[in-house]
């Protein structure tokens, strides 16, 4: 079965700070990855998917197979980046990741 | 084109009661998801739908039911109501059948609260 773990339940930086929000993933296969952002009170949204290799809003995330990893990264923390983030990969049954929150404090 | 549309906003119900979450998308696709999602817990699949005609249990399916009406909508129906089932419970659908590669659109959500 296709599983993400996110080890992070919450993450608290200042703004400004280096952000890296972990996921790592345990199946076989090529894995199909991606970032999820819910903003307070809003809907779940795509943040970025691996195979499209793109940066949004700052963030970038790499698929490093040798440690079955897709950690989310940020340089430079916003304020306005404070929200959950959940990791979740493709396949037959798309189960998430537990999320971590994201506090960027001023 | 709204998306995912999910009904109602919000619920309160006593203990036993039942009660039927709508979810309706209009971006033509296969497969749709009920999820609910609660405080620690992230979000857990309780049912999906990989095609119209078709419905599978997800990972916590029990005390729901589910029906894909249409290739638009996918309820989902809550018997006898228990204050355990008290969550935000979130639609997703996805275009691509197998192996979804593509990403889920989300609807706004439903606030439930059993008492």
């Known amino acids: 079965a296709q599983r993400v773990t996110q080890p992070e339940k919450l993450l608290s930086v200042f703004k400004g700070a280096p952000v890296e929000l972990k996921c790592n993933y345990s199946?076989?296969?090529?894995?199909?990855l991606f970032w999820y952002v819910q903003y307070s009170r809003q809907r779940l949204q795509l943040l970025l998917r691996h195979i499209s290799r793109e940066s949004i809003k700052g963030f970038t995330a790499d698929l490093n197979k040798g440690e079955t990893s897709f950690h989310l990264k940020k340089p430079f923390a916003q304020e306005e980046d404070s929200a959950m983030y959940y990791c979740?990969?493709?396949?037959?049954?798309?189960?998430f990741g537990a999320g971590t929150i994201l506090r960027v404090k001023s | 084109n709204a998306g995912v549309t999910q009904t109602p906003k919000f619920q309160v119900l006593k203990t036993g009661q039942s009660m039927t979450l709508q979810c309706a998308q209009d971006?033509?696709?296969?497969?749709m998801y009920w999820y609910r999602q609660d405080p620690g817990m992230g979000l857990r699949l309780i049912y999906y739908s990989a095609s119209e005609g078709t419905t599978d249990k997800g990972e916590v399916p029990n005390g729901y039911n589910v029906s894909r009406l249409n290739k638009r909508e996918f309820s989902l129906r809550l018997e006898s109501a228990a204050p355990s089932q008290t969550s935000v419970y979130f639609c997703a659908s996805t275009f691509e059948r197998f192996p979804y590669n593509s990403p889920l659109h989300f609807g706004n959500g439903t606030r439930l609260t059993v008492t």
């Open positions: 971006m033509n696709h296969n497969s």
């Open positions: 979740a990969p493709a396949g037959n049954k798309l189960v």
């Open positions: 199946y076989s296969g090529s894995p199909e």
